[in-house]
């Protein structure tokens, strides 16, 4: 844990001052869901677009991470998507806690399929806390770019409105769950699945107000 926080504070002080490249991560999970799903332009894409637009120097190489592993502390912004049924053992649950706890981020973006698998393993992870929908005046929609209508839809799916969920420790929101918005796909290159310009650039600019929400505020509230 001692490594993980002098680890943390390093990798902030080279995003705010552009001298350090970081790193970003897959969470790998058990389970048999696609936690693989976007795997080959998703988050490089974003990346991309984060160091062009927002000046940062974040590694063009993404990792992945399992959950249960030591190595989930060497990664201050963890990315998790799929499908499909997600499973947490003990000490994954364990594990992921003292991540999140120790001054970690996780970004869950529900791909189609995953919503009622992780309510039920995050809530083991913290059984005391609660899913929170962000109000649309929450700083995350409004960093370099503004959504003053909160979340992009960027697929259909249930034709239900996009929803962006929080688990929140102590002040700090230390989980976003975006839930019927499908950023991820959006982040693909558009020959991939089809999107618009539009819904791409929409995508890759909710990204990079995460990114910049996470690293420059902390997630302080």
Not at 41 to 65: F, G, H, K, M, R
Not at 95 to 116: A, E, K, P, Q, T
Not at 191 to 217: K, P, R, Y
Request: aromatic share 12%; with cysteine; charged share 15%.
């Amino acid at each position: 844990m001692f490594r993980f926080i002098i680890t943390c504070s390093l990798l902030l002080i080279g995003f705010v001052t552009n001298a350090q490249s970081y790193q970003i991560a897959v969470l790998k999970y058990n389970g048999g869901g696609d936690w693989y799903a976007n795997l080959q332009t998703s988050l490089p894409n974003l990346i991309n677009y984060a160091n062009q637009n927002l000046d940062l120097n974040i590694s063009s190489e993404q990792a992945t991470v399992e959950v249960g592993s030591e190595e989930l502390m060497n990664y201050p912004f963890v990315h998790m998507t799929g499908h499909g049924n997600v499973v947490f053992s003990g000490s994954e649950r364990d594990n992921l806690r003292m991540y999140l706890l120790g001054g970690g981020f996780l970004h869950i973006d529900d791909n189609y399929g995953m919503d009622s698998f992780v309510r039920i393993e995050m809530k083991k992870v913290f059984p005391e806390l609660d899913w929170v929908e962000l109000p649309l005046s929450h700083p995350i929609f409004h960093q370099s770019f503004d959504f003053p209508q909160g979340l992009p839809k960027i697929h259909e799916h249930d034709n239900k409105s996009p929803q962006a969920l929080g688990l929140m420790y102590e002040g700090r929101l230390i989980c976003l769950y975006t839930f019927e918005a499908d950023l991820g796909d959006g982040w693909e290159s558009t020959s991939v699945h089809g999107d618009s310009e539009s819904n791409h650039i929409q995508a890759l600019q909710m990204g990079c107000n995460i990114l910049e929400f996470v690293f420059l505020g902390n997630g302080i509230q």
